[in-house]
């Protein structure tokens, strides 16, 4: 039987020692990895005003610090907010009796709600663009249903008249409230840039 050649005849194996390993091996552990190249510095004040503070709460779709209002010490929207939900579950819970408490607790919920929600918006930190434009456009629609239910019209009007302008004036709402945000939005941004 014919002995197989492995082309190594004449060669011993030999264990290398630590010593011995081949430069090319060792370079890699000993360099340190290479950056990146840096792009552009961006300034540390323009860093701080841009990054939130990372245990902040932010709210979806804002930019920049929520606008104080002028009694800003006091939480008074959240008050009122907090009182009113309290009146209007006394007033439900009372049913026949608690009709005017359920509805004088609803007007507070709403005010509340209302004054951070203008005053967000039309500082340009978060949209309320929707819920802006149906408010009136609902307080029109009620009025109108109302007017008229008192002259005797018939039930359909009541919903099909109020609807024709419904729809063109929230249409106007939105587009107007939308701009105005947007006019706020890039002047946010810009006085931020500038810090």
């Known amino acids: 039987m014919a002995k197989r050649n492995s082309g190594r005849r004449g060669k011993t194996r030999k264990r ?26 961006i300034p540390a004040r323009e860093r701080r005003a841009a990054a939130p503070d990372p245990g902040a709460y932010r709210a979806p779709g804002s930019f920049g610090e929520r606008p104080q209002p002028p009694w800003h010490p006091w ?67 009620g009025a109108a249903a109302l007017g008229l239910f008192a002259v005797g019209a018939p039930r359909v009007t009541w919903v099909l008249v109020p609807v024709a302008i419904d729809i063109p004036l929230f249409w106007f709402l939105f587009r107007t409230l939308r701009a105005r945000f947007q006019d706020a939005r890039r002047e946010r941004i810009f006085q931020a840039g500038r810090r």
């Not at 011995?20 to 552990?29: I, K, R």
């Not at 360099?31 to 190249?37: C, F, G």
């Not at 004054?115 to 929707?130: K, V």
């Open 16 to 41: 290398r020692s630590g010593s011995e390993v081949p430069a090319q091996a060792a370079a890699p552990a000993t360099q340190a990895p290479t950056a990146a190249p840096k792009s552009k510095r």
């Open 75 to 141: 939480p008074l929207s959240e008050i009122l907010i907090f009182i009113g939900a309290i009146g209007t579950l006394v007033g439900f819970a009372r049913k026949e009796q608690g009709h005017a408490l359920l509805i004088a607790g609803l007007a507070a919920v709403m005010l509340g709600t209302l004054d951070f929600t203008i005053r967000e918006h039309l500082s340009g930190y978060r949209a309320h663009t929707a819920m802006l434009a149906s408010l009136p456009t609902a307080l029109w629609h």
